[in-house]
């Protein structure tokens, strides 16, 4: 039996896939948040600053390139990737 595409499958089928999606993407969420945290732990120990521009901005660039290799508007997946930028720094302010 082939594996079923979004057309052969009914509304609630669709819903729960796209409910297994988000908790997926909830997951890596949440393990990106705690290498994130890790990151900063480290950089605390090293005395080095919470901030690395150079860094955001690399993740932004792989963010766009991973945008447009999955055909996901790039501006989009840019934002969403700039909040996990700011809320992990807003993490970090509040722990130190």
Do not use: C, H, W
Not at 10 to 33: N, S, W
Not at 85 to 92: A, G, P, R, S
């Amino acid at each position: 039996m082939s594996e079923r595409t979004p057309d052969d499958m009914t509304l609630e089928e669709l819903r729960e896939e796209i409910q297994q999606i988000d908790r997926e993407l909830v997951e890596l969420i949440a393990q990106r948040t705690y290498v994130a945290d890790t990151i900063a732990d480290v950089k605390e120990e090293q005395g080095l600053p919470t901030t690395d521009e150079d860094q955001e901005q690399a993740v932004m660039d792989r963010a766009g390139e991973n945008a447009e290799r999955f055909d996901v508007d790039s501006n989009l997946v840019k934002a969403i990737f700039r909040l996990l930028i700011e809320l992990n720094k807003v993490e970090q302010r509040e722990s130190r």
